[in-house]
Nanobody
Framework: EVQLVESGGGLVQPGGSLRLSCAAS????????MIWVRQAQGKGLEWLSG???????YYGDSAKGRFTISKDNAKNTVYLELNNLKTEDTAMYYC????????????WGKGTLVIISS
């Protein structure tokens, strides 16, 4: 059974940092592309970053320059490091598994909440 469990969210002041983790089971993150997305209250889903099975990395506009995606195949875990956080980064952050060849997301975690506030 495929499972994705996010952790690492919390309340942080503007300018702060967080490291989100996504522990995967039921498949290997080394064999699949993995994607982070987020959804702020009352807003649509926003694609943040993806890391391919070959290690290729992509960022959405909101993530470029501030967020860093990585993975540890041995731990079967994907990470998203968030830096220089802004109040507009407040959202639920989800880890997702790509279905095949960046065709879409077929499995989602339950999310981890990030709140940026002074």
């Amino acid at each position: 059974e495929v499972q994705l469990v996010e952790s690492g969210g919390g309340l942080v002041q503007p300018g702060g940092s967080l490291r989100l983790s996504c522990a995967a089971s039921g498949f290997g993150v080394g064999s699949n592309a993995m994607i982070w997305v987020r959804q702020a209250q009352g807003k649509g889903l926003e694609w943040l970053s993806g890391i391919g099975s070959d290690g290729s990395i992509y960022y959405g506009d909101s993530a470029k320059g501030r967020f860093t995606i990585s993975k540890d195949n041995a731990k079967n875990t994907v990470y998203l490091e968030l830096n220089n956080l802004k109040t507009e980064d407040t959202a639920m952050y989800y880890c997702t598994k790509d279905k095949y060849d960046w065709s879409g997301m077929d499995y989602w975690g339950k999310g981890t909440l990030v709140i940026i506030s002074s």
